[in-house]
């Protein structure tokens, strides 16, 4: 079978709509194709993709059974690249120079770390005022949304393609990226058996490692309501499954 799986299948938002609002549908769906690739590709590297993501990782997951560094989401390097890009157009500097983390569930809760943001090594704190930041972070929880709402009749899909494809190629290259995915956790952050944004090493043993951040406590309460969202997420699908 292949060596990497990416799952896109799955019903997209439509304008008004949250990603939760696609669970039960999608849940359906990702159980037809974790059925699948169990069958047919048991070694494979899985990068899910469907909404909502964090919760249909989970799933597929425990359908298939598959260790947890052969699953993970793609989340982190979606918003994370919003989030560079809406720092990038504030100071009218290249992307390319703007590093940044965005930790937890991929939707509203999701949190940016300005803290962690520089550009070109300088802290994004020493460049831009607090109410700037706040609107950049607003704007990246929001992004899916506003694309949605731009485009009537669907969600985004060059930027989730692209951000697959990082994943992906550094799996079957080795290359020891380190990418915010959605990972399972083992008592990372102090969480246990859930998916959720985190940074990660992405090389040939698949999601390698986690990343652990010393957050502050407003940071960590952020990351715990996330969590939540995640967690009511959870349960619906493991009514289902």
Known sequence: GSDVVIVTAGVPRKPGMSRD??????????????????????????????????SMVYGF?????????????????????????????????SVEDVAATVLGGHGPTMVPLPRLCTVGGIPLTELLPQEKIDAIVARTREAGTEIVKLLGNGSAFFSPAVSSIAMAESYLKDKKRVLPCAAYLEGEYDINGYYLGVPVIIGAGGVEKVIEVKLTGEERALLDNSLNAVKKAVEEVDKRI
Do not use: W
């Not at 549908?25 to 494979?44: F, L, M, S, Y």
């Not at 059974?65 to 100071?91: H, I, Q, Y």
């Open 61 to 93: 997951r425990k359908i298939t059974g598959f260790p947890k560094n052969m699953v993970c989401g793609m989340a982190g390097v979606l918003d994370t690249s919003r989030f560079r890009s809406f720092v990038s157009m504030e100071l009218d500097v």
């Open 21 to 54: 609002d696609l669970l039960d549908v999608n849940v359906k769906i990702i159980t037809d194709v974790a059925n699948q690739v169990r069958e047919r590709c048991p070694g494979a590297f899985c990068i899910i993709i469907t909404n909502p993501l964090d």
